[in-house]
């Protein structure tokens, strides 16, 4: 045989060998093939979430340290031996931030979920040096001298940012255990938001920046759930009610409810009100609900309105989770980033409406599971958190938002992160969820097959 006829006969068996194993709809189950996905997809275990979440704890762990010191020196200060010198020793974020507020109610939950004590250790050492500190930091600040501004917040808030989010988180671990010595401390963050803070003649917590009496959404977070948790802690059923006309003081002027979001800001003096819906500031509205309705009375008058209202912005939020799993920083603008921080806290409060019995886990499950996703996508070898906005004021034209800057380094995203992770895991191990015909379902019974279910009566069969 030539060298000629050899290599023509090599070319035809190719080509036949070729023919005989390209995929078509014949030979192959095409709805089989793997798609490929950016960030993850499908149904997790609950080690695969502790898992990120460890992460994030070990990261913390060493980033935060939680002792006083000499700042001359860097020697340790024991909090009742406090001076002028005395700070709190400087780690990757603030203990005192309302940001960190989020973490310490994040770690509670994890730990209560997880049951892995590390997580309760963290937020309730650092809570309770900031309590132990405050008597000595008080007395010095009382008598005229500059003291570390971390404690100023503590022993003299001057804003929501400096009280709510770690007055709520202390009210939870009080409640959880009387022992610890931090009523002093609640007591005067909820006289700061209760009786000091500025409000609008109607009694809306509001602000004078940007502008003369301006509503930030942010500032539900930052406000209400504490009043609703005073409730909780002293059996005062004015706090409910407080709390209850609050979020609908915020309701009347930021929610839309053509489409299911809420205004960043709406300041008094403008006309028309324009409509930015930050997703940040919708997580701090979003996640306001699902703390009061966690403490509010089953029999309150308003816990319908408020629940109707929750139920209402998740529907609006979910409609619009971009196809990884994350929300937008500007929600209904495609053109604007992906955004952990509202993704994270989207996610949880998602998952937590599930397990509360608020919305049908058929319908939400696989939007809280995607999220997850992302969050975990977001979460780096290091246990940091990946594309956070940064802080952020008030805006009133796109461009303010699209373009903020996102870093490892906001503290925004690790709270909500840890919090996300926590009511996934709740969720996986109170749901049924599974991968069916390569799309995740959630079921009433676990489904004890890993081959599609073209037959669902409410009733497994297969």
Not at 31 to 57: F, N, R, S
Not at 149 to 154: E, F, N, S, T
Request: with cysteine; aromatic share 10%.
């Amino acid at each position: 045989m030539t060298a000629k006829l050899l290599y023509t006969v090599l070319l035809l068996v190719t080509a036949m060998s070729t023919h005989a194993q390209q995929v078509n709809d014949t030979n192959t189950p095409l709805h089989l093939m793997k798609p490929q996905y950016k960030t993850g997809y499908g149904v997790v275990t609950p080690q695969e979430v502790k898992q990120k979440m460890d992460m994030v704890l070990h990261y913390l762990e060493k980033a935060t340290p939680c002792t006083l010191e000499d700042q001359r020196s860097g020697k340790t200060v024991q909090p009742q031996q406090a001076d002028m010198h005395t700070r709190l020793r400087p780690g990757d974020f603030r203990l005192t931030s309302y940001e960190w507020g989020v973490t310490y109610s994040a770690m509670l939950a994890a730990a209560e979920t997880t049951g892995d004590e590390a997580y309760r250790r963290y937020a309730i050492e650092r809570m309770t040096l900031l309590a132990q500190a405050a008597p000595q930091f008080e007395m010095l600040y009382k008598k005229g001298t500059a003291i570390d501004p971390l404690m100023r917040k503590v022993v003299d808030p001057h804003a929501l940012d400096d009280a709510g989010a770690i007055c709520a988180a202390m009210i939870k671990a009080h409640i959880a255990n009387n022992q610890l010595d931090y009523r002093p401390c609640i007591d005067r963050y909820a006289d700061y938001i209760i009786n000091k803070e500025y409000r609008l003649k109607d009694g809306t917590f509001a602000r004078l920046r940007p502008h003369k009496n301006t509503v930030w959404l942010d500032d539900m977070f930052m406000g209400i759930p504490t009043v609703a948790l005073m409730g909780r802690l002293t059996g005062n059923t004015h706090y409910y009610d407080d709390a209850a006309q609050q979020i609908e003081l915020f309701r009347s002027r930021m929610f839309l409810e053509g489409k299911g979001l809420f205004r960043h800001g709406w300041v008094e003096a403008m006309t028309p009100h324009p409509a930015f819906h930050w997703g940040r500031a919708n997580g701090w509205a979003m996640l306001t609900l699902c703390e009061v309705l966690d403490v509010l009375p089953n029999h309150h008058p308003d816990r319908p309105r408020i629940l109707k209202l929750l139920q209402a912005h998740i529907a609006g939020v979910a409609r619009l989770q971009h196809q990884d799993g994350y929300w937008h920083q500007l929600l209904d603008r495609d053109d604007t980033y992906l955004e952990t921080s509202c993704t994270a806290i989207f996610t949880y409060c998602i998952a937590h409406a599930i397990n509360q019995g608020w919305i049908d886990a058929l319908a939400y499950g696989p939007v809280a599971l995607l999220g997850w996703h992302a969050v975990a996508n977001a979460i780096n070898q290091k246990g940091q958190i990946e594309n956070v906005c940064v802080g952020t004021g008030m805006g009133f034209d796109p461009a303010f938002y699209a373009f903020r800057p996102v870093h490892v380094m906001a503290a925004h995203g690790y709270g909500p992160a840890l919090w996300a992770g926590a009511e996934t895991i709740r969720l996986l191990k109170s749901q049924h969820p599974k991968s069916n015909d390569s799309a995740v379902q959630f079921y009433s019974e676990e489904v004890p097959t890993d081959e599609p279910i073209f037959n669902y009566d409410g009733k497994i069969r297969f």
